[in-house]
């Protein structure tokens, strides 16, 4: 008995993840950031001036993908990092002139990048489609 991979969510799930990546990176690129750095950009362009851990605690990824994130997005001039106040161990992160004037251009990339992958659903599909991603996420979580 093999397995079937189309019938398995986290195989189609995997799948999925990279070809949303792949139609982001797309648009992204042209704009001078990555599919990897935009929740970033969307965690700062909400809250500017956050920490490291406050990044983390919000996207929910591993410390060293972030650091790792912060870095080529400070090399790419989208964000600084000023010391904490009162923390020494922490840093602030703030956006540059020019990672705050993406937003409007990084948003609408995303959304088109959306539109495109959701090409022939009827409204009520993708909404429904957005609403079981949702309820997975938050299993996912659970276990």
């Known amino acids: 008995m093999g397995f079937d991979r189309s019938q398995s969510a986290t195989y189609l799930a995997g ?41 983390l605690d919000k996207l929910e ?29 922490a840093q602030i992160i703030n956006l540059t002139e020019l990672g705050r004037s993406l937003e409007t251009r990084a948003v609408d990339a995303a959304a088109e990048a959306d539109s495109a992958l959701f090409f022939g659903f009827r409204s009520f599909e993708r909404e429904l489609m957005m609403e079981y991603m949702r309820l997975i996420i938050g299993n996912s979580r659970k276990v």
């Open 15 to 55: 799948q999925l993840a990279r070809v949303f990546s792949r139609s982001l990176q797309k648009r992204a690129a042209s704009l001078g950031f990555s599919p990897g750095q935009f929740p970033v950009l969307l965690e700062l362009w909400q809250e500017d001036g956050l920490t490291q851990k406050q990044l």
């Open 61 to 89: 990824v591993e410390q060293a993908t972030l650091a790792n994130t912060l870095s080529r997005m400070e090399r790419d001039g989208l964000i600084a990092r000023t010391p904490h106040p009162s923390d020494r161990r």
